[in-house]
């Protein structure tokens, strides 16, 4: 296969926030391009989206489900390969759904889905079909973050003892749905947003985060869920204990209402050699910390990194890469996959490095354990059920 990858898009229209990163990111390494798309629930500004991505208006769609239709009777030298979904939490499941069944591979954004029962329907249908799915955990692309994963798994750090993982935003620090700002509005808004606010949108990524660069996995957790501003119906703040799978302790704290933070994600991690730190605003700079020396700073792009931490790195050091190339990432590493598959070839551990529907079902469970633990006074622990 000598072409670039065909991508659609639902949702991502002028009235959206994070389909136009997904678009920068596709573009970034020239594997993919738009051919389609339902870009909003309105088909005006999706009309209108389309023609300002310069697409042809027999491919710009009024629902996603002519889309999925229109689609799969084209050519198969002229229809979408994949398709993007950037839509609110409960619009995930019913396109990614309808995607698998044409034929169609998915990149959806975080959460999976609604309920764990659609994440899990998902994953059968992914084994059932053997499409790809790609989850846009964002801060795992982070060539950092790669380095870190990497230098955990060569027990660098020894036995992992305790994470930290904290999250906290402002932006949600007054009642910014009542504005008419949408992306405030669904989010708060348990019909469109699910179960979790706070927890959902952003624990999720702590969530992840944590059990992507220890290779652990959460197994219970206690926690505790807060609606500081009056009147909203989720969660905007919380904070929880964590158990893994070899011992491991660790507490992970989500807040949007942090008034005066902006994206200030942070995790720490220790084992009985040494520890490390990684912060999202200072992206290319790993810290690790030694028992018996003085502490050592990695910088991306310098000798200082492995392999797959190169693979995941475009410019040389002391240019700075960030919050699109980490995205760019996601989508380089599923393109690979997806290309390597249509050719017929086994995808190598490096195109592989991708979260997947695994990490979905995952951040499924995650929403469910702790909505459950976050608001009672009597249940302590709550396990993640498998
Ligand atoms: N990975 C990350 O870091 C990250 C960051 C932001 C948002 N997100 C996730 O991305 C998703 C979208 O978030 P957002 O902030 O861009 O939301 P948004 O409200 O800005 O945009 C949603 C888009 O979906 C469209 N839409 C809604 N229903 C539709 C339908 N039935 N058919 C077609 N289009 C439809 C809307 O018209 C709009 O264009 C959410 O699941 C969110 O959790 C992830």
Redesign the pocket.
Known sequence: MNRKLRMGM??????????A?HRLAAFMDNQIELVCG?????PE??KA?GKSYFLPENRVYT??QEMFEQEARLPEGERMDFVT?????F??FA?AMMALENGFHVVI???ITFTLDEALTLQSKLQETGLTLAL????SGYPAVKEAKERVARGELGEIKRIYVEYPQGWLASKLEDTGN??A???TDPKRSGKAGCM??IGT?AHHLAEYISGLKVTELCAELNVFVPGRLLDDDGAALLRFDNGARGVLMATQIAAGEENALKIRMYGDKGGLEWNQHEPNTLWMKWADRPTEMVRVGTGQMGAVSQHNTRTPGGHPEGYLEA?ANIYRNFSLTVRAKMNNEQPTAAMLDFPGIEDGVRGMRFIDTVVEAGYSDTVKWVKFEE
């Open positions: 639902v949702g991502g229209g002028s009235d959206a926030f994070i389909g990163v339902c870009f909003s629930v309105d500004i999706s989206s629902t996603y979904i950037v839509t609110p939490n619009v995930h396109p954004d975080k959460p846009t955990h964002t801060y949408k992306q509005s669904w989010r959902g949108d990524h995205f």
